[in-house]
């Protein structure tokens, strides 16, 4: 049988906020790791900030990869990053 993909269906803030709960202390921290990363990571554009952005980019991909190990949906994607378009 092949099934339909499921449309985008807006999720209410406080069902988000209880499904996120749910989640192992360690997913979340890895959740917050990566957005904190994404963040620096869209920041440093200049040439002079390259420290700061290879570091920022292995934080990103420390949380990829606990985030991978629960659950490959999981992961931080560039799409997911602040200022980009999806």
């Not at 360690?26 to 420290?51: D, F, K």
Request: aromatic share 6%; with cysteine; proline share 9%.
């Amino acid at each position: 049988m092949i099934a339909f993909p499921r449309a985008p269906v807006p999720v209410p803030e406080a069902v988000a906020a209880l499904s996120a709960r749910q989640l192992p202390a360690r997913v979340r921290a890895a959740r917050r790791q990566a957005w904190e990363a994404s963040v620096r990571l869209t920041l440093c554009r200049l040439p002079r900030c390259e420290e700061g952005r290879q570091g920022a980019l292995a934080e990103l991909c420390a949380a990829n990869k606990v985030l991978a190990a629960v659950n490959p949906g999981y992961v931080f994607g560039w799409g997911d990053m602040p200022g980009q378009q999806r």
